[in-house]
């Protein structure tokens, strides 16, 4: 157990609906990482946040986005969803930056229809 | 355009078996990971390398930034050695985070 928590671990929704996806982090983790996991294309980054700040972008579509709270468990919130966003999401966590080890959560499996 | 590349792809072996996992990047980095993805798809980190090796147990990793090139290594490898490694990389800079490889899906029968 990695001490990352995810809600919900699977979700089935249709074309043109909006889900949000929650993780909450290690304690004392201030860093959260959500990563896009597909068949087609693999593990990519989506977004950083550290300390309620986005930290850094990746490959994350203008649809979809994401936040950090004061407490420090995020939501990624996915909107106009396509057939080709069914993926797991994956959140990960550490106390700083993408060089150090990082902590995965379960994942969501996100079945579009 | 994949700036990592894994070998092989898949990768069969018989118990207690030395095991090799190769992952090569194009430019220079600021950190390597292994990963261990399950079958049930939770994800682990291994290791976490910017120079020479680390060992965990029969897990043995080793990074040569020379030629841009990371070794995992099982040793006496087992059944529940089966899995998904993944190779990641950190280039640092204006590219901001971790950036992976395709995966090597090893099998190991008993």
């Known amino acids: 157990d990695s001490g990352v928590t995810q809600t919900p671990k699977h979700l089935i929704t249709a074309t043109g609906q909006r889900v949000t996806l929650r993780c909450s982090p290690r304690?004392?983790?201030?860093?959260v990482y959500w990563y896009q996991q597909s068949l087609d294309q693999g593990l990519q980054f989506l977004i950083q946040?550290?300390?309620?700040?986005?930290?850094a972008k990746g490959n994350i579509l203008e649809r979809f986005s994401a936040q950090q709270f004061p407490d420090l468990h995020s939501e990624l919130n996915l909107s106009s969803l396509e057939l080709g966003d069914s993926a797991l999401y994956f959140c990960a966590s550490n106390p700083s930056g993408p060089y150090n080890e990082q902590f995965f959560g379960p994942g969501t499996r996100l079945t579009v229809l | 355009k994949n700036e990592v590349e894994q070998s092989p792809q898949n990768l069969t072996a018989q118990e207690g078996e030395f095991i090799t996992i190769n992952c090569s990047y194009s430019v220079g980095i600021s950190a390597l990971h292994w990963l261990q993805q399950h079958p049930g798809g939770g994800i682990v980190s291994l290791f976490m390398?910017?120079?020479g090796k680390k060992k965990h147990g029969r897990l043995i990793a080793t990074i040569n930034i020379q030629e841009k090139h990371s070794s995992l290594h099982i040793t006496a490898s087992h059944p529940r050695d089966s899995a998904v490694y993944i190779c990641a990389v950190y280039y640092g800079g204006s590219q901001g985070n971790l950036i992976f490889g395709k995966g090597t899906k090893l099998s190991v029968k008993p």
């Open positions: 946040y550290y300390n309620g700040e986005e930290r």
């Open positions: 390398l910017s120079s």
């Open positions: 304690s004392g983790d201030l860093s």
